[in-house]
């Protein structure tokens, strides 16, 4: 039983050896950082704000605030992404589905560069509708740690296109 023991250790460390070889094992030596920042909160809700109907996510951020940038993608016109520096996913779940008033799910993807994808998608083009993202402070009284905010109006008034 020691010789199959012998010889199973002796190919395992041939093995390690080769795959460090072939930088599969830690990026050949190079930790990689881990992000900053953490999501740990989730929640969301739909509202009526003169008139109009909203959708408000919030994601706990573990860490303060971080840069961020959105964009839409040509090809999924009904995609809001929010791209969240320095963070990673924690323990919020990475599909979630919402009531589809004015949005179907959120997905939440990390990216091999440290940052976060938060794609929304909305039942309409991004480009029909209004949004806004904040950062808001801590509520002890409603146990909400810091978090970024997202809200989107089902729709933009006259005033709000370019």
Do not use: C
């Not at 961020?68 to 779940?93: C, F, I, M, W």
């Not at 919402?98 to 939440?108: C, N, V």
């Not at 976060?116 to 083009?125: A, G, R």
């Amino acid at each position: 039983m020691s010789f199959f023991r012998n010889r199973l250790w002796k190919v395992l460390v041939v093995l390690a050896a080769f795959a460090g070889l072939l930088g599969l094992a830690g990026n050949a030596g190079r930790a990689e950082a881990a992000a900053s920042h953490e999501l740990n909160y989730f929640k969301y809700e739909t509202f009526t704000h003169e008139g109009r109907n909203w959708l408000r996510l919030e994601l706990g951020i573990k860490g303060g605030s971080t840069e961020y940038s959105t964009n839409v993608r040509e090809l999924t016109p009904k995609q809001l992404h929010v791209v969240l520096d320095d963070t990673a996913r924690g323990k919020v779940k990475s599909d979630i589905s919402l009531d589809r008033k004015i949005a179907k799910y959120l997905t939440l993807r990390e990216n091999g560069d440290n940052s976060l994808d938060v794609m929304v998608s909305l039942n309409k083009p991004v480009a029909d509708q209004a949004y806004k993202i904040y950062f808001a402070e801590p509520e002890r009284h409603g146990k909400k740690p810091y978090r970024m905010v997202i809200e989107i109006a089902e729709n933009k008034l006259d005033s709000e296109y370019e």
